[in-house]
C-alpha cells in the first residue's frame, strides 16, 4: 500500500516538473488584447463580403432583366442589407470593448498569461489559474500580428504570444501542425489585417448600395414614362 502511494507522488512530481517544449509568457493589456481580438472580424470579412457579392448580382439581374417591378427591391434591398452589416461591424468592436472592460473587472488589472506546450497537452494560465487542453481539441489555426491563436469549441483561443516565445516561431507553427491532426486546413489564416478589410468591405457594400438604389430608382423612373 504504501509503495503505491510513493510511486504515485514519484510521478506527480515527474508530471510538475517536467518541462514544457515551447512556452509564452506576456501581459495581456489594451494593445495586446486588440490584437488578439482581430480575429473576431474573421467572419464579419466574410458575412460583408458575401452580402457584397449578393448585392451586386441581384442589382446587374434587375438591370438587365429591366422589369420595373424589381426596382423597388433592390432599393430596398439594398438600404436595408446596407444598414444590417453596418450593425453587424460596430456590434463587433462593442464586443470586444465590453470584453476587454470584462477582463479588467475579473482581474482587476490586466492579467499576466501563459502558455505553455507539452509533448501531449497545452496548459493555459491567467493570474495563476491554470486550465489543461489537448491538441484533438484544436479546430482552427488563426495567426494575428502578435499571436499565433489556437481555436478551440464554442469560439475560445489559446493565445501564443510571438515575441516572447523561447523558439522560433516557424517552428512552434511545425510542432501545432504535427500535433493537431484534426486541424482540416492546415495552415495559419492570418487575419491581422480583418478589421481594416471588414471596414473597406462595409464602405465599398455602402456606397455600392446607394449608388445602385440611385441607378435603380433613375430606370425606374425611365421605364415608367416610357410605359405611358
Not at 5 to 12: C, L, Q, S, V
Not at 111 to 133: M, Q
Request: aromatic share 12%; charged share 25%.
Amino acid at each position: 500500500m504504501s509503495e503505491n502511494i510513493t510511486n504515485a507522488d514519484i510521478e506527480n512530481v515527474n508530471d510538475e516538473t517536467k518541462s514544457a517544449i515551447y512556452s509564452s509568457s506576456f501581459v495581456m493589456d489594451k494593445e495586446l488584447f486588440y490584437d488578439f481580438s482581430s480575429v473576431s472580424y474573421n467572419r464579419t470579412k466574410k458575412i460583408i463580403l458575401v452580402f457584397l457579392c449578393f448585392a451586386i448580382f441581384v442589382c446587374l439581374e434587375v438591370i438587365i432583366v429591366g422589369n420595373v417591378g424589381n426596382y423597388d427591391i433592390v432599393i430596398a434591398y439594398s438600404l436595408a442589407i446596407s444598414f444590417i452589416m453596418s450593425v453587424t461591424y460596430f456590434n463587433t468592436e462593442r464586443t470586444i470593448d465590453k470584453n476587454y472592460k470584462r477582463n479588467l473587472i475579473s482581474f482587476g488589472k490586466d492579467p499576466e498569461a501563459k502558455e505553455e506546450l507539452f509533448e501531449d497537452k497545452i496548459i493555459s494560465s491567467a493570474e495563476g489559474a491554470k486550465r489543461e487542453f489537448f491538441y484533438h481539441q484544436v479546430t482552427k489555426f488563426f495567426e494575428t500580428k502578435q499571436f499565433i491563436l489556437l481555436h478551440l469549441q464554442y469560439h475560445m483561443y489559446i493565445a501564443i504570444n510571438k515575441n516572447t516565445l523561447n523558439a522560433d516561431i516557424d517552428e512552434v507553427k511545425a510542432f501545432l501542425v504535427e500535433k493537431c491532426a484534426l486541424v482540416k486546413k492546415r495552415k495559419f489564416m492570418n487575419c491581422a489585417n480583418d478589421r481594416k478589410i471588414s471596414l473597406v468591405l462595409l464602405i465599398a457594400l455602402i456606397v455600392f448600395s446607394v449608388a445602385a438604389s440611385v441607378v435603380n430608382l433613375i430606370l425606374k423612373t425611365h421605364n415608367i414614362q416610357i410605359l405611358r
